[in-house]
């Protein structure tokens, strides 16, 4: 290495001048790059001096990641989309390096119905009335033989039994829903027609139901007013053995009943069950063939004018509802 400031030896076939300095003659190219180096040495001494007070768990690395990657921590990038930027921004180096906490577990129902299963039975179709072929099959009943299904009746005005038994059937399960049961419907008009009684009861016995209730409205003639609950008779017949049945429907029927009467503001039936609102019956399949405690219930008669007029309230029906979600909550001892 050389100790002296005299300039070095040109070289050979070199056009510079030998008297001009030498420090004259380095290109702009070489005078940028030296002045650069300093700030980017610099600039990557501080990145290492931020990363080191992290407080991350990481190993530590001996060169500036790649320009290409990105500066957020890896908990960050990970950040699942519908985050918000303030979670993003806050999340720790510590968290970042931990694993993916597993997804929760649903959390169990709560309420007073919570652990029980109740089935809803929309009585009948709106689409019988196009399959009257099919729904008059003929079905075992156990004490008897009767049609699949029936198409119900209607208002005087035309609005369908049916589509009032879904629309009560839908408001019931959300009230019964909140109180923690879990809520099997028969159907949801979901098929062109039916189910056929004997399906309908299929469907609570083998939801091992701890109620059912079939949704109805009556058609008799006008000036009949009022709603009841129809009963399982004692029956053991064929298919049919309603004996464990019979003492646990009455009590699910004189608790809707009661509380049905007191939400509605509806009478008991001034037509059948001497003012009680409570009837029993052995010819009807869905009670013969269930093995779980069962009720139907009657909510009005769709031939009187008044009690259409209630029937067709969206107000009175959600009352309905509740009123029998009430009574099934007290008879579970909600």
Sequence with gaps: MRNDNSPPPPESGSSIDPH?????????????????????????????????GSGSDGPSHSAPPPASHSTLSAGQRDAKPGSTAGESATTSPSASTSSPAAAPAPAPAKGPLAGRTVVVDPGHNAGNFEHTEEIDQQ???GTNRKECDTTGTTTNAGYKEAD?????????????????????????????????????ARIGNEAKADAVVSVHADGVSAGNRGFHIILPAKVKSGAADTAKIVEPSRRLGERIAGNFARTTGSAPANYLGSGTGLVVRDDLGGLNLSTQPKVFIE????????DAAQLT??????????????????????
């Design 164 to 200: 009032f038994t879904l629309d009560v059937s839908l408001r019931l399960r959300t009230a019964l829903e909140a109180q923690g049961a879990r809520v099997v419907l028969t159907h949801q008009a979901d098929r062109p027609w039916g189910p056929c009684i004997t399906e309908r």
């Design 20 to 52: 001009r300095p030498w420090f004259t003659r380095r290109s702009t190219l070489v005078v940028g790059v030296a002045a650069l180096a300093p700030a980017a040495l610099a600039g990557w001494v501080l990145t290492q001096a931020f990363a080191a």
């Design 139 to 141: 079905v075992d009943i």
């Design 299 to 306: 909510c009005g008669n769709m031939r009187d004018a008044k």
């Design 313 to 334: 309230s969206p107000e009175w029906r959600q009352k309905a509802a509740q009123g029998i979600a009430d009574g099934i909550v007290g008879f579970l001892g909600g």
